[in-house]
């Protein structure tokens, strides 16, 4: 398991100037993006492998992940992930998912915007398992007017992130793959799991209804 603690310094990350300026979403596709054609095979060991296999196909801990090819042009898939940008933000410390600059923090930690689904908690604090990056404050009130969701939104903060595992596609040699699986770092599925984001858990998180309603009305603080 990989703890990641939150920094009360922010560190300092990619300018963020650039994306904020044409209202890019740092993570997510654009539709001149796609997967690479590429075959999965398994190797002796009954791991997932690529038959061209590159170097840049894993990260740094050994994980297969998607290939992708094209170009950052042709507007944009808000509601999608990049399966390099996304972990680019997610690691330690996240960053925006919007600018890839800094997250919001305060005393409570760091800010997420969620989408309000089945699943979410009505009991605070707990734990959230998330494929969802941090946000900055501009980025968040941005997010909130202009990218659809069935049923709203809630902003939560947290002190403490861990990294728990990949979501992706996983193969077997008998049965057909299996898209959109959640994979944890201890299942034995991670060695037949091509990944395309990073998971992660929001520990303790609190609800954050200031900063929502203040995102909201414009009245940024
Ligand atoms: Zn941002």
Known sequence: MHGLAVPATPASGPAADGARAERRLYIAPYRDEAPSNVKVIFDADGRVCYADERPSDRCIDGWLWERWEGTQTGGQRWAGHHPVRQPDVMRHPPRCGGCAGEAHRDERGMLWLLHIIAQTPLAWPCDIITVTPPM???????????????????????????????????????????????????????????????????????????????LSTGGLP
């Not at 201890?186 to 309603?213: G, K, P, W, Y």
């Open 136 to 214: 900055c404050l501009a980025d968040a009130c941005w997010a909130l007017r202009n990218c659809r969701t069935e049923h709203g939104f809630i902003a939560v903060r947290t002190q403490e992130i861990d990294i728990i595992g990949d979501w992706g596609t996983v193969y077997s040699p008998t049965q057909p793959p299996q898209a959109d699986q959640l994979v944890l770092f201890e299942d034995s599925r991670m060695h037949q799991v091509v990944a395309n984001r990073i998971v992660i858990r929001l520990n303790d998180a609190v609800l954050d209804e200031t900063t929502l309603s203040l």
